[in-house]
């Protein structure tokens, strides 16, 4: 039988660790060709060493122009832009909003928000050209309930599913599909920008007792970035051990 993503090309943001780097793997597993966008060169590198001849992008994401020409580039290397996971993200420090610094709530909304923004937006047009796409932005269950002590976080994912909602809707009369996810907590190295209290509590609010693992979300996103996801758009699909309450 012929692998799902036989013959497509997708992009992974954030593809050199974590959640990015299962769905990366999973994609390769299943015929994709790759390109990887992050910033860390050394960590970017030792992915594609375990996935072939992915193509990969040195880039800060919440630089505007350097997506632009990261996708222009992509698509020269791979030929056309079939799926985007944009996948990168960062927590923030955990604090009270009236301790937030204006500097770090800037940054979670920089890589999270304004990030995700660029890259859908870059990749759009190169889809629309082939007449065919899916787009998968990373939120999270935080941007549903809005976890305390993380502000900015919750209030980036949420805007992450605001955009998603718009820009499906925008699309819906094309054969390019737009959906987010919405995990629980997952230990990945994010956990190290975290404070124990804050994982604990995470934890504490998951019905199954137990984190998701980049496997279990990877499977999901998966489906929503394959041919299969072909009525849904504009989407949050929960994958939160049992957390998501709507």
Request: hydrophobic residues 45%; proline residues 3%; aromatic residues 6%.
């Amino acid at each position: 039988m012929p692998k799902r993503f036989e013959g497509q090309t997708a992009i992974v943001t954030g593809g050199a660790a974590g959640i990015g780097l299962a769905v990366a793997r999973r994609l390769a597993e299943e015929g994709a060709r790759l390109s990887l966008w992050d910033r860390d060169e050394a960590a970017l590198g030792a992915a594609r060493a375990g996935l072939g001849e992915a193509d990969v992008q040195v880039l800060d994401l919440a630089d505007a122009p350097a997506v632009a020409k990261a996708a222009v580039a992509t698509r020269a290397a791979l030929g056309r832009l079939d799926i985007l996971v944009a996948s990168a993200g960062i927590t923030g420090p955990n604090m009270p909003v009236w301790e937030y610094t204006v500097e770090d709530w800037k940054r979670v909304f920089d890589v999270n928000v304004h990030g995700v923004f660029f890259c859908n937006r870059a990749v759009v047009p190169h889809m629309m050209q082939s007449g065919y796409g899916r787009i998968v932005n990373i939120a999270s269950i935080a941007g549903k309930e809005g976890n305390p002590n993380a502000s900015a976080y919750s209030a980036s994912k949420a805007a992450v599913i605001g955009l998603t909602k718009s820009l499906g809707k925008e699309l819906a009369g094309t054969e390019i599909r737009v959906n987010c996810v919405a995990p629980a907590a997952v230990r990945t190295a994010i956990f190290d920008q975290m404070t124990q209290a804050q994982i604990e509590y995470m934890l504490s609010k998951i019905p199954m007792g137990r984190f998701g693992t980049v496997e279990e979300i990877a499977s999901m996103i998966c489906f929503l970035a394959s041919r299969e996801c072909a009525f849904s758009t504009g989407a949050v699909f929960d994958v939160s051990g049992g957390r998501a309450t709507y």
